[in-house]
């Protein structure tokens, strides 16, 4: 039997088994633990990760878009909760993934595609309430949820292209029409100005014949 230690680095915990048994979890600093009765099994990091999803599903009018979603996360650093993170979750990205994608499948498909669009906050709402309650048990903390990306098939993205392209010509036409109008309307307006001028003018000149002749 001998007595050893070792130093637990900053943002970390071990793990420590007595007998093949959990016994405690150690905190930063120095451990100091009996051999061979007593082990390290494992150091547990508790600084935030981030892990990437990303899951194909379909919108309320039958658009097959691809959603991104970045998920924070960490060991909560509580003794007992590093212990399940430890000894609960076998393979912890495969069931944050696995979370993700169950509630991105029943979310999006209950909205058309844009709805979908600009209530991406509200999906990664629904992620992180829905993982926090399920990754507690596991001893996880999920810090934040975002939806980095949301884009349908390129078929789709191409026929969105050409609707907003047409949309855009349809008023751009319509500024131009406008423009036209106006242009003739100023013309016409000064044609008349014209002619009521020339017209005045003619008149002025046969009076002033006229008067000549009288007198």
């Not at 999803?53 to 379909?58: G, P, Y």
């Not at 993170?85 to 999006?108: G, M, P």
Request: with cysteine.
């Amino acid at each position: 039997i001998m007595l050893c230690c070792e130093c637990v680095s900053t943002s970390n915990v071990a793990i420590v088994e007595r007998c093949g048994q959990y016994s405690r979890t150690q905190q930063p600093g120095l451990l100091v633990y009996v051999w061979p009765l007593e082990n390290v099994v494992s150091h547990l990091s508790v600084r935030t990760r981030m892990l990437k999803v990303s899951c194909e599903t379909k919108t309320k009018d039958n658009v097959f878009v691809r959603v991104i979603v970045s998920v924070q996360f960490r060991v909560i650093n509580n003794p007992h909760k590093a212990r399940d993170a430890f000894y609960k979750l076998t393979n912890r990205d495969a069931q944050i993934r696995s979370y993700v994608e169950d509630v991105i499948r029943s979310a999006v498909p209950r909205m058309d595609l844009d709805t979908a669009f600009i209530s991406k906050d509200d999906i990664a709402k629904s992620v992180k309430e829905d993982l926090q309650d399920k990754m507690d048990d596991f001893g996880y903390e999920i810090v934040q949820s975002l939806v980095t990306d949301l884009s349908p098939d390129e078929k789709v993205r191409s026929s969105m292209n050409d609707i907003n392209a047409s949309r855009r010509q349809r008023i751009a036409a319509g500024y131009r029409a406008d423009a036209e109008k106006i242009a003739l309307v100023k013309n016409a307006e000064a044609d008349a100005e014209q002619k009521y001028l020339s017209g005045v003018g003619v008149a002025k000149q046969r009076k002033a014949i006229i008067d000549g002749l009288r007198e």
